[in-house]
């Protein structure tokens, strides 16, 4: 019995630790799981490039309203161009070598472009399939030289936050080797600035509101067909994406609620001083898989 009772402390003592290891443990799964849980943190990312495709709408729009289409769109015979197998070759040749010629420029003149050339790349990039044809997008061309002033001014003092506060190091660091911050005179000298805004949704006859399907990836593919357009053109450009600008622009230029900022892009001819950092394109065995 008195060894026992000399044996007590000890085993509570034992059986103290393990309790504590074993709650230890639990926690321990508990925060992995709750970390499993929880989508990576990244500050840099905006709100308005983000796609809405798998959030459903408001119930309002209803669940099998029929959404404004015509029920039923007339078919015609499709009338296809057809090369010979050496002109197919050429053709598809000459315009890589034209494409493979752009280049992101950040040094445009103020020298002016004919209207209509703008008029005609935006048709172009109008031409781009989209879900369902809800051609969910809007060009914004902005010429006047206030509103350029004003978009500077917005879109510079979120990079400046963007660079200094929101991107992280590694971001900061592999644009240093292009030479970019957030100084952006092009959009003050660039004759034309297109904004190029996705709609998450539209409306109705009713008012109520319209699904678009895959609209980001809609608009995105717009925005490519925007790019071959201009360099077909003549015309240089720099793809840019002002970070958390989107609120601020889309109030400044009165578009509504429903239009998210994509993509802005200077518009012009490039200076005679012009310089792009001399970069290479992968060659196509690594880009292309045949099975």
Same mark, same amino acid.
């Given at each position: 019995?008195?060894? @026992?009772? +000399?044996?007590? &402390? #000890?085993?509570?003592?034992? *059986?103290?630790?393990? =309790? ?86 950040? @040094?445009? +003149?103020?020298? &002016? #472009?004919?209207?209509?050339? *703008?008029?005609?790349? =935006? ?97 995105? *593919?717009?925005?490519? =067909? ?66």
């Amino acid at each position: 019995m008195a060894l @026992f009772s +000399s044996l007590t &402390p #000890v085993f509570i003592a034992i *059986i103290c630790i393990l =309790i504590g290891v074993i709650l230890k443990k639990t926690n321990g799964e508990k925060e992995k799981r709750d970390t499993k849980s929880k989508p990576p943190s990244h500050p840099w990312v905006d709100e308005d490039l983000k796609d809405g495709t798998d959030h459903p709408l408001e119930e309002e729009e209803g669940d099998e309203e029929w959404q404004g289409l015509e029920e039923n769109v007339a078919h015609v015979p499709f009338t296809a161009e057809r090369y010979s197998e050496a002109e197919m070759i050429k053709r598809s040749q000459t315009f890589y070598e034209l494409l493979n010629k752009r280049r992101s420029v950040r @040094f445009l +003149s103020d020298e &002016p #472009v004919p209207r209509e050339v *703008i008029d005609n790349v =935006i048709r172009t990039a109008g031409t781009s399939p989209s879900g369902a044809h809800t051609e969910p997008w809007t060009f914004v061309v902005v010429q006047d030289p206030y509103l350029k002033r004003k978009i500077r001014e917005i879109v510079e003092e979120e990079e400046e936050i963007n660079y200094k506060k929101r991107m992280g190091d590694r971001w900061v660091n592999d644009l240093k080797r292009l030479r970019t911050n957030w100084i952006k005179e092009y959009l003050d000298t660039a004759p034309y600035l297109i904004l190029i805004f996705k709609q998450v949704y539209g409306r109705l006859p009713n008012g109520k509101k319209k699904t678009h399907y895959y609209n980001e990836i809609s608009v995105s *593919i717009a925005c490519g =067909i925007l790019l071959a357009a201009l360099q077909n053109a003549g015309l240089y450009t720099v793809t840019s994406t002002p970070l958390n600008c989107g609120p601020q622009l889309r109030e400044l230029l009165q578009r509504p609620a429903n239009e998210k900022l994509l993509l802005l892009l200077p518009v012009g001819y490039p200076k005679k001083e012009a310089t792009v950092p001399a970069l290479t394109r992968k060659p196509l065995e690594d880009i292309m898989v045949v099975m």
